[in-house]
């Protein structure tokens, strides 16, 4: 079975469906961003806070580069920018199928509430910085993705339903 990878912005909901999508297709589970953390010893914040979102994107991007040639049957979530180089954008596509979680940006602030683990959103007026950041994705999102996949007003468990049916019916 090839790799799935999920893509989509922050609260989309990639590692939970990833983990139950995982369990559901008897596949291996990788969250990048907790590889991104063990490999650098920190939190992604402490990263952000000592090291600046450059150095981030740098070590997603060397991660990405590296890891998923040696990926089998495993479901990948990605972290929300890992569209924002080309070159990612290129390796993910290579080494699965992409399906893109989309969520609206109302959504996205709903669920991201009570977080503040994501740096791009330590900020005062979150809803526009929100739809500031998924205007300018979007469209990177739906270039990156095989599927797309609306998960506004689903649980996790519908959402993997779909995304069973969907590939099902892609070859694999
Ligand atoms: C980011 C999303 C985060 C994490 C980092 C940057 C982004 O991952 O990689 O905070 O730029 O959208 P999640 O999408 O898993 O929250």
Redesign the pocket.
């Known amino acids: 079975m090839s790799n799935i990878i999920l893509i989509?912005?922050?609260?989309?909901g990639?590692?939970t469906v990833g983990k139950l999508l995982a369990r559901r297709l008897g596949m291996e589970f990788i969250?990048?961003?907790d590889v991104?953390e063990a490999t650098c010893g920190m939190s992604?914040n402490e990263i952000?806070r000592l090291h600046g979102?450059q150095y981030?994107r740098d070590i997603?991007s060397s991660i990405i580069r590296t890891l998923l040639p040696s990926l089998k049957n495993s479901v990948v979530?990605?972290?929300?920018?890992?569209v924002?180089r080309d070159e990612n954008i290129e390796v993910i596509r290579d080494h699965g199928i992409v399906v893109y979680l989309r969520i609206t940006a109302e959504e996205a602030h709903k669920r991201l509430m009570n977080f503040n683990?994501?740096?791009?959103l330590n900020v005062e007026d979150r809803l526009s910085t929100i739809k500031k950041?998924l205007s300018i994705?979007e469209a990177l999102y739906r270039k990156a993705s095989h599927l797309i996949v609306e998960v506004d007003g689903k649980s996790p468990e519908e959402v993997v339903d779909e995304i069973v049916n969907l590939i099902g019916g892609t070859t694999r």
């Open positions: 989509g912005f922050m609260g989309s990639k590692s969250d990048l961003d991104i992604i952000f979102e981030f997603e979530a990605c972290g929300g920018g890992v924002l683990n994501r740096p791009l950041l994705r």
